[in-house]
T-cell receptor, first 114, second 113 residues
């Protein structure tokens, strides 16, 4: 089945630094999603990408849909303490039996030191 | 607009007990999903419902049953809870289509002793 490799698994950074994380897939996706999960909460959608090569921003967050459709990247600029949490990527392939089902990465745990 | 709501927030069960986790969405979405989240395992799909009246197994369906009560509500039932079902359960919903975007509830934390 489809697998997503998300890296890095964890990051420890200083406040103000920029952050980059990525996901790669063994299969092509039609949609890439990035979620953030705070402790004790459900995942919250940050950015949705629907087209290869698409670059989308949400405040200090920027995500890109890779041209090969097998990868995606998330960047956070000028990190602040409230950026702490787990970031998940998720991919969707609209075809066949995968219709409607997301494949999730394992998550990147982000720690920001003041 | 509450989005996706789940009840209860926390639950402790003894092995063999049964319970139903409730989920409702107010976004008029067609599709609804149940996931479990375990440390190091990420989010795994248990069951999903592509539309009212249909349900299908996901990646880890054993030990669970679901009911799509109506378009808004999708429940998950544990008939005989086992310690291996200790987890955090999330419900999600989506409009369904080529642009699949799922929205998650706050989760139910279940401990089976």
């Amino acid at each position: 089945g489809q697998q997503l490799n998300q890296s890095p698994q964890s990051m420890f950074i200083q406040e103000g630094e920029d952050v980059s994380m990525n996901c790669t897939s063994s299969s092509i996706f039609n949609t890439w999603l990035w979620y953030k999960q705070d402790p004790g909460e459900g995942p919250v959608l940050l950015i949705a990408l629907y087209k290869a090569g698409e670059l989308t921003s949400n405040g200090r967050l920027t995500a890109q849909f890779g041209i090969t459709r097998k990868d995606s990247f998330l960047n956070i600029s000028a990190s602040i303490p409230s950026d702490v949490g787990i970031y998940f990527c998720a991919g969707h392939n609209a075809g066949g039996t995968s219709y409607g089902k997301l494949t999730f990465g394992q998550g990147t745990i982000l720690t920001v030191h003041p | 607009n509450a989005g996706v709501t789940q009840t209860p927030k926390f639950q402790v069960l003894k092995t063999g007990q049964s319970m139903t986790l409730q989920c409702a969405q107010d976004m008029n979405h067609n599709s609804m999903y149940w996931y479990r989240q375990d440390p190091g395992m990420g989010l795994r799909l248990i069951y999903y419902s592509a539309s009212e009246g249909t349900t299908d197994k996901g990646e880890v369906p054993n030990g669970y049953n679901v009911s799509r009560l109506n378009k808004r509500e999708f429940s998950l039932r544990l008939e005989s809870a086992a310690p291996s079902q200790t987890s955090v359960y999330f419900c999600a919903s989506s409009a369904t289509g080529v642009r699949e975007t799922q929205y998650f509830g706050p989760g139910t934390r279940l401990l089976v002793l």
